[in-house]
Antibody, heavy 120, light 107 residues
Framework: EVQLLESGGGLVQPGGSLRLSCAAAGFTFRSYAMTWVRQAPGKGLEWVSAISSGGTTYYADSVKGRFTISRDNSKNTLHLQMNSLRAEDTAVYFC??????????????WGQGTLVTVSS | DIQMTQSPSTLSASVGDRVTITCRASQSISSWLAWYQQTGGKAPKLLIYKASSLQSGVPSRFSGSGSGTEFILTISSLQPVDFATYYCQQYISYPWTFGQGTKVEIK
């Protein structure tokens, strides 16, 4: 059974940093691309970032230069380093497994999300 | 970036109704379109991929059609568990983008 468990969310001040993690189990982690998607309170889904099985990274314009996605295939873990956080980054952050290696299949499994609140 | 626009934003329907949701892309995305269902802020669930392929385990009352820039999600006979918000997403190229969502409410 595929399992994705996010952690690392919390309350942070504007300009601060936070590192999200997503522990994966139940599939060959190194073989699949992984994605972060966020959802602001009461709003729709927003794609944030992706990393291919080979380590190529992609970002939404809204987070480019501030967020860094990475993966540790030895620990089956996905990370999202978030710097220079803004109020508009407040959201539930979902980790999702893509169905392919490099953007050729949508996200077929999702974690339950972790809440990030940026506020003073 | 490719913009995805869904209509309607809200839809009121009754159990047993046939429901259709439209998604339009700002440029051709061939068939690289997915549909998701989200209930109560929980994790989204993949329903349809490649515009018309049913994800494993998804009931056959869900179907998708379209290609290029216009796509449709159809629920043939709405069930109580189907009252939720539905999103389309293009995955022809990064950055992937979602439609704004369509909330299906009880009439």
């Amino acid at each position: 059974e595929v399992q994705l468990l996010e952690s690392g969310g919390g309350l942070v001040q504007p300009g601060g940093s936070l590192r999200l993690s997503c522990a994966a189990a139940g599939f060959t982690f190194r073989s699949y691309a992984m994605t972060w998607v966020r959802q602001a309170p009461g709003k729709g889904l927003e794609w944030v970032s992706a990393i291919s099985s080979g380590g190529t990274t992609y970002y939404a314009d809204s987070v480019k230069g501030r967020f860094t996605i990475s993966r540790d295939n030895s620990k089956n873990t996905l990370h999202l380093q978030m710097n220079s956080l803004r109020a508009e980054d407040t959201a539930v952050y979902f980790c999702a497994k893509e169905g392919g290696m490099h953007g050729d299949f949508p996200s077929d499994y999702w974690g339950q999300g972790t809440l990030v609140t940026v506020s003073s | 970036d490719i913009q995805m626009t869904q209509s309607p934003s809200t839809l009121s329907a009754s159990v047993g109704d046939r429901v259709t949701i439209t998604c339009r892309a700002s440029q051709s995305i061939s068939s690289w379109l997915a549909w998701y269902q989200q209930t109560g802020g929980k994790a989204p669930k993949l329903l349809i991929y490649k515009a018309s392929s049913l994800q494993s385990g998804v009931p056959s009352r869900f179907s998708g059609s379209g290609s290029g820039t216009e796509f449709i999600l159809t629920i043939s006979s709405l069930q109580p568990v189907d009252f939720a918000t539905y999103y389309c997403q293009q995955y022809i190229s990064y950055p992937w983008t979602f439609g704004q969502g369509t909330k299906v409410e009880i009439k």
